[in-house]
């Protein structure tokens, strides 16, 4: 079974940056599409940015050219590099690890999430 711890989180001014990590075991880390979601209070959870095995990537809208996921294979860690974050970016974290190799398959496991707060 897949398990996925993520660290990171925390609060920051507007304009600052986070790194958020997520450690992966028990599951083949290289193969499967891994991703990052939010979810704000009252709202929907959203996916944020996806990577394949590859390194192709995704973004939402939103977070384009703010966000960059990035994977060790070696360490088998995910990461997402947030900056000049924005107060709407307010929410917890989650990672996932996908059922295969794109985000299309669905997600298989959640981490338990992580907090970011940013300020104005």
């Known amino acids: 079974q897949v398990q996925l711890v993520e660290s990171g989180g925390g609060l920051v001014q507007a304009g600052g940056s986070l790194r958020l990590s997520c450690a992966v075991s028990?599951?083949?880390?290289?193969?499967?599409?891994m991703g990052w979601y939010r979810q704000a209070p009252g709202k929907e959870r959203e996916r944020v940015a996806a990577?394949?095995?590859?390194?192709?990537?995704y973004y939402a809208d939103s977070v384009k050219g703010r966000f960059t996921i990035s994977r060790d294979n070696a360490k088998n860690t995910l990461y997402l590099q947030m900056n000049s974050l924005k107060p709407e970016d307010t929410a917890m974290y989650y990672c996932?690890?996908?059922?295969?190799?794109?985000?299309?398959?669905?997600?298989?496991?959640w981490g338990q999430g992580t907090q970011v707060t940013v300020s104005s």
């Open positions: 996932a690890a996908f059922r295969g190799a794109t985000m299309y398959n669905g997600v298989g496991s």
């Open positions: 990577i394949r095995s590859g390194g192709s990537t």
């Open positions: 028990g599951g083949i880390f290289s193969i499967n599409a």
